[in-house]
C-alpha cells in the first residue's frame, strides 16, 4: 500500500525537478538573448 505521503512527496519531487528544467532552459535563453545584443551593440 501507497501511503499518500509518498504519493505527496514523488508529486513534490516531480514539480521541483520540472521548475528547475524551466529555470535552466530560461537561463540559456536569457544567456543567448544576452550574447545577441552584445554582438549587436559591438556590431
Known amino acids: 500500500v501507497v501511503?499518500?505521503?509518498d504519493e505527496n512527496i514523488v508529486f513534490l519531487e516531480l514539480t521541483l525537478r520540472k521548475i528547475q528544467d524551466s529555470v535552466l532552459s530560461a537561463e540559456i535563453v536569457q544567456t543567448?538573448?544576452?550574447a545577441a545584443v552584445r554582438k549587436a551593440i559591438h556590431a
Open 32 to 34: 543567448g538573448h544576452n
Open 3 to 5: 501511503s499518500i505521503q
